[in-house]
């Protein structure tokens, strides 16, 4: 391991696409890179694109050196648990010096400096007393422009998920320093253009659409997905009657248990469960000007897999290792001395009384019924991380 700094990048290459290149390139100049990547879902709510191994396999191929899954359930979380238990995660590995993310704003600077507002006793006092009428994100805007004055970056998904990681470091008392790369292209467009950098979700539409998507990725990365997709492992579509039949077979008040489920939520996705035919049918009737479609669809998700909010708030308990390259083993085997969290290679290693590891198989279980060509329940438990022996 010739590079004296570590550098971490939380992702979830979903898939992982030119942008995503653009960043570990510019990464991995001078450092380690290092990615902490969502498992078999993502924070959108619902599976990814491509399963785990398949996407941690195209980012050791586009330059990262090591890649750990970001435990579910805070893959699924709301932008807070997703950034503090992935920041945690980091923390404890002991090894990070900086923490990069791509986002509107690209000033750090600014970042901190919003981040700790949002962290002060008058605004967590306001905070306190938010009634959400507006919906969640209107009603933080309105609060700090009151307390601090107008706050343009607030009205940005990525720089909200980036002050979400600035936060979490805060909160930590973290000596990783936040890297704010300034996002290019056209991120939120959902239509591919040519000559510019796409956005995932341009992306996952154009494969849905039957579309050629593959010059909008590395070339290693759109070949790993071609040969996915011949195992039968691409491209991950929903199963609706598995969700649908799944949440018929609970009711109302044991959804009130999960995360997510206030004010009367978790009796609304049990009888529409009910109602509906399809998921299409589903998630129309269950949305609302209240919530955004992630979050009700990550509630949903909460039910189905019995996540509570203590799951949500605990921190996690083990990582799993999904691919490295040779510069990863060093950085492994460094990390195997100092880190304060379990790295496990194999599921099998998790304790059975693990609830993280118990969820986990919940959600991997549930995953493989989404491939093209269904597997068994334990399917993900037969793989091994990917290695890359040559290093460049």
């Not at 990550?298 to 390259?325: H, W």
């Not at 460094?334 to 496990?344: F, H, N, S, V």
Request: with cysteine.
């Amino acid at each position: 391991m010739k590079k004296t700094r570590t550098a971490a990048l939380i992702c979830e290459f979903n898939p992982l696409h030119t942008g995503h290149e653009y960043i570990l390139r510019k990464m991995r100049q001078e450092r380690n890179v290092i990615c902490i990547m969502s498992g078999n879902f993502v924070q959108r709510g619902g599976p990814a694109i491509a399963d785990k191994f398949t996407r941690a396999k195209s980012a050791v191929l586009s330059g990262a050196d090591l890649v750990v899954e970001l435990p579910f359930p805070y893959a699924t979380g709301s932008a807070e648990y997703f950034a503090t238990g992935a920041v945690s995660v980091l923390e404890r590995l002991s090894c990070v010096d900086e923490l990069w993310f791509g986002c509107e704003c690209g000033d750090a600077g600014k970042l901190t400096e919003i981040a700790q507002n949002m962290l002060s006793k008058k605004y967590l006092s306001a905070l306190d007393s938010l009634s959400c009428d507006e919906g969640y994100a209107l009603s933080v805007q309105k609060i700090y422009s009151e307390l601090y004055g107008p706050c343009p970056e607030l009205e940005s998904p990525n720089n909200l998920l980036a002050i979400e990681y600035v936060k979490a470091l805060i909160r930590l008392d973290s000596s990783i320093k936040p890297v704010a790369i300034k996002r290019e292209g056209d991120f939120h467009s959902e239509v591919l253009k040519e000559n510019t950098f796409p956005s995932a979700t341009a992306v996952r539409k154009a494969i849905s659409q039957g579309d050629d998507y593959t010059k909008f990725m590395p070339d290693s990365a759109a070949q790993i997905l071609r040969q996915a997709e011949k195992d039968g492992l691409f491209p991950i579509c929903e199963d609706g009657r598995a969700l649908l039949c799944a949440l018929r077979m609970d009711d109302g008040e044991k959804f009130a248990l999960s995360a997510g489920t206030s004010g009367g939520l978790g009796n609304r996705i049990a009888s529409l469960a009910h109602q509906s035919a399809d998921t299409e049918e589903f998630f129309s009737a269950l949305s609302t000007k209240k919530f955004t479609d992630a979050r009700l669809r990550r509630t949903v998700y909460n039910c189905l897999f019995g996540i509570k909010e203590a799951d949500l708030k605990s921190m996690p308990e083990y990582t799993q290792l999904l691919a490295l390259n040779s510069a990863g083993r060093e950085i492994l085997a460094q990390i195997r001395k100092t880190a304060d969290i379990p790295i496990i290679t194999k599921p099998a290693d998790t304790s059975a009384d693990s609830r993280q590891a118990q969820l986990t198989d919940r959600a991997d279980a549930y995953f493989t019924l989404s491939l093209p060509r269904p597997r068994q329940s334990g399917f993900f438990k037969t793989l091994s991380p990917y290695v890359k022996e040559n290093q460049e």
